[in-house]
């Protein structure tokens, strides 16, 4: 099993940064991929950025934060990270990490975090 905490939300201004975490302990080696996605009100669950892992990892994002945001893993604290520069309002919402399980579609939640641009 996997579990999944995620840290950094808060409130910044437009342009600012802010850096999201999230710790994950457990059956580690399960883990195939990574990723954030975001939850704004009225709106679906998106998907912000994911990383796989390995020596050959790859990245993806969504159109709307590409040079923006960057997707990382500490491996040596077995957390996953986004920094988020030049913030939008567009931006806000409930951040949720996620865990892709090999040889599974089963996915692992944290509980998200709250982020809010706004001036």
């Known amino acids: 099993q996997v579990r999944l905490v995620e840290s950094g939300g808060g409130l910044v201004q437009p342009g600012g940064s802010l850096r999201l975490s999230c710790a994950a302990s457990g059956s580690i080696s399960t883990i195939g991929a990574m990723g954030w996605y975001r939850q704004a009100p009225g709106k679906e669950r998106e998907l912000v950025a994911v990383?796989?892992?390995?020596?050959?990892?790859?990245?993806t994002y969504a159109d709307s934060v590409k040079a923006r945001f960057t997707i990382s893993i500490d491996n040596a604290k077995n957390t996953l990270n986004l920094q988020m520069n030049s913030l939008k309002p567009e931006d806000t919402a409930v951040y949720y990490c996620?865990?892709?399980?090999?040889?599974?579609?089963?996915?692992?939640w944290g509980q998200g975090t709250q982020v809010t641009v706004s001036s």
């Open positions: 996620n865990a892709r399980i090999v040889r599974t579609f089963v996915n692992a």
């Open positions: 990383i796989t892992m390995g020596i050959g990892s790859t990245t």
